[in-house]
């Protein structure tokens, strides 16, 4: 292969090299945030479940209240029934009754909002472990963060000056044009095998494959761009 391949080829090494350390680093500092972004979510919804909770109590004494208001009146009623005190027995026997059907309604009401109190209980201690959870995982992220940040950072200085290093080596409309393809975000090489680029399967014209053979100059895909050579 031509000189400025092999070249372009070890630059892109160095590279891959520095930016697997980038990734790295993008990598810890997304799980912080995504840690951080959990611990929001479950705050608003530990707020939620604290608010509808509180609600339900507050629907649970309406109701312990109704009850008790409308069980004084049903025994005062029938007291005055069963004493003879009662100057309208109609009358008191129908407090009696309207007393104990309302009653019934507000039993079942009773029983709804306890089930409902209870769930809402589970709910809030299932959000509030959540939250406690979240927490502490965005303390374990910002910690792996911190314990790997100064190796990291001293591998990724020691990478980008051995990657501008190699880059100073090499013509610069040749590292333009090995930029521009790694801007595709695609690996910028391909082999040639059976005379065709591995990288888009096109046929490499004779032109072209002598000059490689003869390692004459750089030869490039004139399908995809690429550069060519005997790389993987």
């Known amino acids: 292969m031509h000189e400025d391949a092999l070249k372009l080829h070890d630059l892109w090494r160095k590279d891959l090299a520095r930016d697997k350390l980038l990734e790295e680093s993008r990598g810890l500092k997304a799980r912080i945030a995504d840690r951080t972004a959990a611990v929001e979510d479950a705050t608003k919804k530990l707020s939620s479940a ?3 909770l509180a609600r339900l109590k507050g629907k649970e004494r309406d109701a312990n209240r ?4 409308y069980t004084k009146r049903r025994d005062t009623a029938q007291r005055s029934i069963d004493q003879g005190l009662a100057t309208d027995y ?5 407090q009696v009754r309207q007393c104990s ?12 909002l306890m089930e ?7 709910t809030l201690e299932r959000c509030t472990m959540t939250l406690a ?14 314990d790997r940040y100064p190796s990291l950072k001293k591998d ?15 013509w610069k409309d040749l590292v333009q044009r090995y ?19 591995t990288g888009c399967n096109v046929k490499v014209n004779a032109t072209d494959l002598s000059t490689h053979r003869r390692a004459a100059e750089l030869v490039t895909c004139r399908q995809c761009g690429r550069l060519l050579g005997e790389f993987l």
């Open 50 to 52: 604290t608010d509808n």
């Open 66 to 69: 109704k009850a008790e208001t």
């Open 90 to 94: 109609e009358a008191a026997e129908g």
């Open 101 to 112: 059907e309302i009653l019934d309604e507000v039993e079942t009401q009773q029983l709804e």
């Open 116 to 122: 409902a109190v209870e769930s809402g209980t589970e």
């Open 133 to 146: 959870l979240n927490k502490s995982q965005v303390i374990a992220a910002q910690k792996a963060y911190d």
């Open 156 to 170: 990724f200085d020691a990478a980008t000056q051995i990657r501008d290093s190699a880059r100073a080596d090499i």
């Open 179 to 197: 930029d521009e393809l790694r801007k595709k975000r695609r690996p910028a090489f391909a082999d040639i095998r059976n005379d065709s680029c």
